[in-house]
């Protein structure tokens, strides 16, 4: 089964039709004070192959928007309640609970923070992934089991027909990791949304599980929606990045250009806040006050509480998303007449 | 079948200024709320009941024996014709003194050696639970039978038993909250700083174990009142002339044949007390479950 | 110059009370020796499993080494009494990773503050709530907060009433473990910063254990890499930086997610050869590297490393020569 492989490094030319379309969704979560707004507002688009990350501190909306597209917030208090989600030109956000769950795996998988718990321990891995590949791509279980091991291996797990019937209990972090890839990949997804995949990992095993996935993306041309909070795992492994602060985004655009010239404060501060290597003794530039929660957001420019660059017209309204320079797309009334620093 | 992993079902919601959770929740509960001043009520009565009781609790008049309620005797008389509605009211007294004492014994055996048991561990613990394993090993009625029959019947003599009978159930919570406690960061916090161990269980093991300690007392009121009455009802705790609302139910049952009345009385102010204490206990563990915080 | 603190074959294991070899836990510690120096700051940088949160509890003696020494200005911790070992506590003094847990949910942030001084001081109740709130002042928290509990504060402010705690004894040496780890991005420079002019301002020492390379690589004078259990590599912190000896160092170093673009088309050696699960650490005899390592030798599957210097860093690594004699 192959599929057309597109090299990850050329970013595809815009086509008509984006693989994933997120326009202005706006998500609420039921309180006991009343609906809260977490999301609101978001839009964004990933074409096929390409990998976008969505950058964003806690309580910025990023996991409840990749909730929101895959469609698991019936779990839980939180409904869309506004906007729409389009993969491959299909609307999600009315699809039934049957349908979606029939895409889930074959169209669109996710794989989470926490690897061990995102597997069922009461059974063994492989068999979690030969579910998976017999649900959807319609295997018999001798079939779905080879097909299990095919993708253990593929996912570097070394003697991978022997580990097969082990348990979650008896893998490392990384290595249930890399469980979670396969049982996500194994029914060759299109879009693959990763929830902060390596922040509970090791920095040598992120470095590895990252090149995986580079090297699976490679291989079966998906597109990858990847939520961090980790700047550095964005320039490394990501074409495009949104960055989003309470609820909207921020800051859209090309790794390589939102890093070396930002267009929001927001984003620059994340930039000036991190330690450079080998640059000992200075302060660190912070941000001051702090994230605000949903539910009691600022007036006007979210942000403007914080930002060394606020004027009165930050107060008053908040500023569009709005494409100001090639590709760029930012939210701020001052992007134009600031120039600020990235890195390097 | 997507795994479901870590769903964000849970929000940062905007902190209000509550300045107790437990009581304010608490608060919202009316049935527990019911139940605690019905309680309340109780102890009132009981701390005044000789000011309250508008006859001589034991003055018997044979001639007026086991009569329906009337008005000279609200809730009528006992088989010794004295007048039941003060006789509750006395006993009363008398049944929540006996739980007071009862339970009191139960938590000061149980709580502090459970406390010190959970945290330290290893041998103490070694012993202190093989002990309690043992205790709790002898069926309750009878080992507080065994004890009277050691001390002599009488109320204060049975409440003992009672509350030797009840402890294991403390030892066992407060080692298990005290466990789970110890575990705590904040525990290793305090130790580096350099707490003693009494002052680490003093102060912050024990103000963060209350909660199910609590719950469990409450619901503690009523099983002493139950195994009181039961051991009244078999002659073994409050002895005549006294009565508590136990030996008021035995009373009724002997003359159950010539009257069907005088049992109700003492029978109802069981089960409603009974009833009040679980249900305020269950409204105080939903309010101190709840109070965990929201956060992501 | 005496060592503030010094440390010598810190040797620790958990649990198994087997008599059998095989149910013999694995130390977790296997013979650390460190010291830090006043006013320093010393990293301790390593992966899970790297046990260097174990041996920052095992400096201020919150869990007692199996084997080895702990001196503080060259008295022995073990050979204290209880009133020494009280007064080492008001010297030496720990952050936790977890702002959420670390303090007493039912104590009021004050109080938990003020403890520390009615443990260590004879202030009276007065003296003692005016200082926390100067301590509170300090950390860039409102004074006003004093009868707040955790539960109303965010991490970043229960962290900063932490470092209040830590410093309320005017210490000479704070062990931070991971105290940022938990942090939201935008909080942590704002923490570190503070600890950072507390620093400079008290000439306190930190013991700085973290998993972020960038993070010690950026505030630490001296610092040690662990593995599994031993000191790898341990040096001046721009040295260790710059020219890592030892190979595991390399690979954490080029493991680091790198944001210029620059750097990274310089970086010297590839990222991960193979995206591959690694073979797992030996825990026989030799050097627990050995089976990750590109470099590995013959010696190193045989004989544990000891520690030797290279190019001004003390390194574990036989790819360098021993500077004992062949007795050894």
């Given at each position: ?18 693989l ?17 707004t ?33 469609g698991l ?12 989600v ?8 009315t ?6 769950r ?22 063994s891995?492989?068999?979690q992934?030969?579910?998976v ?52 990949l194994?029914?060759?997804p ?14 040598t ?22 939520i ?25 655009a ?11 404060p ?37 942000f403007?509480?914080?930002c060394?660059y ?35 | ?53 508008p ?19 609200w ?24 739980v ?21 561990g ?12 043992g ?20 109320l ?14 403390f ?5 298990a909250?005290?466990q ?26 024990l ?15 009523g ?27 035995r ?38 479950g ?7 | 110059?005496t060592a ?21 836990s694995?130390?977790?510690v ?94 009276s109740?007065?003296?003692?709530q ?25 991490g ?8 209040a ?8 040496l ?19 910063n503070?600890l ?11 013991v ?9 690589g950026?505030?630490a ?8 259990g ?13 020219d ?5 160092t ?69 790819l ?9």
């Amino acid at each position: 089964m192959t599929r057309p492989v597109e090299l990850r490094h050329e970013a595809p030319a815009p086509t008509p039709q984006p693989l994933l379309a997120v326009e202005d969704l706006r998500v609420s979560f039921g309180t006991d004070v009343g609906p809260v707004t977490v999301v609101d507002g978001v839009t964004f688009s990933i074409q096929p192959g390409e990998t976008l990350a969505l950058v964003g501190e806690s309580g910025s909306g990023k996991s409840v928007t990749a909730m929101a597209i895959i469609g698991l917030l019936r779990h839980s208090n939180g409904r869309i309640t506004g906007g729409s989600v389009r993969f491959d030109g299909r609307e999600l956000t009315t699809l039934p609970e049957k349908q979606l769950r029939t895409m889930r795996g074959s169209s669109i998988s996710m794989i989470f923070q926490e690897p061990r718990r995102s597997l069922d321990p009461a059974f063994s891995v492989g068999s979690q992934i030969a579910e998976v590949a017999a649900r959807h791509l319609d295997l018999s279980r001798r079939d779905a089991r080879r097909r299990a091991i095919e993708m253990l291996d593929r996912v570097g797990i070394p003697a991978a027909a022997q580990r097969f019937g082990d348990y979650p209990h008896e893998f490392s972090g990384g290595m249930c990791q890399r469980v979670m890839l396969a049982m996500a990949l194994v029914a060759n997804p299109r879009l693959l949304i990763a929830d902060e995949p390596t922040t509970a990992l090791d920095v040598t095993v992120q470095a590895r599980v990252l090149r995986l996935l580079g090297d699976l993306q490679q291989e079966m041309g998906l597109s990858i929606l990847l939520i961090t909070h980790d700047l550095g795992v964005v320039a490394e492994t990501c074409d495009r990045v949104a960055v989003m602060y309470a609820g909207q985004i921020v800051e859209e655009a090309a790794a390589e250009t939102l890093l070396r010239s930002p267009r929001h404060p927001y984003s620059e501060g994340l930039l000036a806040s991190l330690p450079q290597f080998l640059d000992p003794g200075q302060r660190l530039v912070a941000i001051s006050g702090s994230v605000p929660i949903p539910g009691s957001w600022p007036q006007g420019c979210r942000f403007h509480p914080r930002c060394d660059y606020a004027v009165d017209a930050c107060r008053e309204a908040i500023p569009e998303l709005a494409l100001k320079v090639d590709g760029h797309h930012d939210r701020c009334f001052r992007a134009d007449e600031l120039s600020l620093p990235g890195v390097s | 079948m997507t795994a479901i992993g870590d769903i964000p079902t849970k929000l940062p919601v905007p902190r209000r200024p509550e300045r107790s959770g437990v009581v304010f929740r608490l608060r919202r509960d009316r049935i527990a709320m019911v139940c605690l001043f019905l309680l309340v009520f109780l102890i009132v009565v009981a701390l005044f009941a000789h000011l309250i009781a508008p006859q001589n609790p034991n003055a018997q008049a044979l001639t007026n024996r086991l009569e329906g309620p009337s008005g000279k005797h609200w809730l009528g008389t006992d088989n010794f014709g004295r007048d039941l509605f003060s006789r509750m009211i006395v006993a009363c007294r008398v049944t929540l003194l006996a739980v007071a004492e009862g339970l009191g014994i139960a938590v000061v055996i149980g709580i502090p050696t459970g406390l010190i048991s959970g945290y330290l561990g290893r041998a103490t613990d070694a012993i202190a639970s093989r002990v309690t394993d043992g205790l709790m090993a002898i069926p309750p009625l009878i080992f507080a039978i065994a004890i009277i029959g050691m001390l002599g019947p009488g109320l204060s003599k049975a409440m003992i038993a009672v509350g030797v009978v009840l402890s294991p159930r403390f030892f066992r919570l407060a080692r298990a909250a005290s466990q789970s406690v110890a575990q705590d960061p904040y525990i290793e916090a305090v130790r580096a700083d350099g707490c003693s161990v009494f002052r680490v269980l003093w102060r912050h093991v024990l103000p963060n174990s209350s909660g199910p300690l609590l719950v469990q007392t409450t619901l503690g009121i009523g099983e002493v009142i139950i195994a009181e009455a039961s051991l009244s009802f078999l002659g073994l705790g409050v002895q005549a002339p006294d009565a508590s609302w136990g030996s008021m139910i035995r009373d009724g049952f002997d003359v159950l044949n010539e009257s069907a009345w005088s049992i109700f009385p003492p029978t109802i102010a069981v089960v409603v007390t009974i009833a009040a204490s679980f249900m305020l206990g269950d409204g105080l563990r939903d309010a101190i479950g709840r109070k965990q915080r929201v956060r992501e | 110059m005496t060592a503030l603190l010094e440390a010598q074959d810190l040797v620790k294991s958990f649990g198994g009370t087997g008599r059998r070899r095989a149910d013999r836990s694995p130390q977790v510690v296997k013979g650390v020796s460190i010291s830090v120096a006043k006013g320093e700051i010393l990293g301790i940088v390593g992966e899970t499993g790297a046990g260097k949160s174990t041996v920052g509890r095992m400096l201020i003696r919150l869990i007692e080494p199996d084997q080895g020494t702990v001196r503080f200005l060259g008295e022995d911790l073990a050979s204290m009494d209880r009133h020494e070992l009280r007064r080492f506590r008001a010297r030496a003094r720990m952050i936790f990773q977890d702002p959420f847990s670390s303090l007493d949910p039912m104590m009021a942030i004050g109080n938990s503050v003020a403890e520390s001084l009615l443990l260590h001081t004879d202030l009276s109740s007065e003296k003692r709530q005016e200082r926390v709130e100067d301590l509170l002042e300090r950390v860039g928290l409102n004074a006003r907060y004093y009868a707040r509990h955790p539960h109303e504060f965010s991490g970043g402010q229960l962290q900063r009433v932490a470092v209040a705690r830590a410093i309320a004894t005017n210490p000479d040496l704070v062990v931070c473990d991971e105290p940022v780890a938990a942090l939201d991005m935008s909080i942590r420079a704002q923490v570190i910063n503070l600890l950072l002019s507390l620093q400079s301002e008290l000439g306190m020492a930190y013991v700085f254990i973290s998993h972020d390379l960038s993070l010690v690589g950026h505030i630490a004078h001296r610092t040690a890499v662990m593995y599994r259990g031993a000191i790898v590599e341990q040096g001046q912190t721009e040295q260790v930086f710059k020219d890592p000896q030892h190979p595991y160092t390399r690979e954490l170093l080029n493991s680091v997610p790198l944001l210029d673009a620059q750097l990274r088309a310089a970086r010297s050696s590839s990222r991960p050869e193979s995206a591959r699960v690694p073979a797992p650490p030996d825990e026989g005899t030799g050097c627990s590297y050995v089976g990750r390592c590109p470099l590995a030798l013959p010696l190193c599957t045989q004989q544990v490393p000891q520690m030797r210097t290279s190019h001004g860093a003390e390194v574990a690594c036989h790819l360098y020569p021993s500077n004992k004699t062949a007795t050894s």
